[in-house]
């Protein structure tokens, strides 16, 4: 298994708390938890803004 970190730039609604921010990123990011159907990150409350990637400390390629 080779590991990669990924960074994510989103702009998320002046509303959203760091409980629905978290929740955001662990439904869409890590496919685990789940998100309120109110949370107001959900659907176009977000913009992605930027996103790389990089090896991670045990990438053998």
Same mark, same amino acid.
């Given at each position: ?12 609604? =002046? !509303?959203?708390?760091?409980? *629905?921010?978290?929740?955001?990123? &662990? ?8 998100? #309120?159907? =109110? !949370?107001?990150?959900?659907? *176009?409350?977000?913009?992605?803004? &930027? ?8 990438? #053998?390629?």
């Amino acid at each position: 298994m080779k590991t990669i970190t990924v960074t994510v730039e989103i702009d998320v609604p =002046d !509303n959203a708390t760091d409980n *629905d921010i978290a929740d955001f990123v &662990d439904v869409e990011y890590g496919e685990c938890g789940k998100m #309120a159907l =109110d !949370n107001p990150c959900r659907t *176009d409350g977000t913009e992605i803004l &930027d996103a790389r990637w990089e090896h991670g400390p045990d990438y #053998a390629g």
